[in-house]
Each structure stands twice: as C-alpha cells, then as structure tokens.
C-alpha cells in the first residue's frame, strides 16, 4: 500500500512537490517553498489572472487525463481542497 504524502503542496494548484525540480522560483532563482513550477517562476505566477474556478478545472482536467482519477471526482476534490491553500485563502 502507498504511504499517504504528506507535502509539501503547492499553494495555487495543489500539486504534491516531492523532488527539488518540482519547486517554482524566486525572483533571485531560489526555490519557493510555496509554489510548483508548473505555476510560478521567477518570483511571479505563471498565469495571475486564473480564478480558483478556473484552476479547478485545470487541475481535474489534467488529473483524468494521467488516469489519477475519474475527471468529476478530481473535480470535486480541487473544488474542495483549493479553498484551504495560501494563494486562495480569503
């Protein structure tokens, strides 16, 4: 059985970021802490204008496509899970 991840997540998509070369940049080309680098590179996010809709989608989207899950339940976990992450916290 496959241990359960417990993070980090990046804090826009949710991405687990298990390996160093999944972590976005700085501005100074540091590792982010925060962010994958599917959504942010050199201090700035690669799409800033994505609403959480829109980033849910995405994220289901491309979860069916890998065979990660059925698209509607990848659906209902981003439009659950988002919410709690920093970028999208209100």
Known sequence: MEEEYEGPFCQNCGMPM???GEHGTE?????SEDYC???YRQ???I???ITIEEMAELC???MAE???MPHEKARNLMYSFLPALKRWKS
Do not use: L
């Open 37 to 39: 680098v599917h959504c």
């Open 47 to 49: 799409d800033p204008d």
């Open 27 to 31: 501005e100074d080309g540091s590792p």
């Open 66 to 68: 890998m065979d990660i």
């Open 18 to 20: 298990r390996n160093p």
């Open 43 to 45: 201090g700035s996010f």
């Open 60 to 62: 289901a989207k491309t």
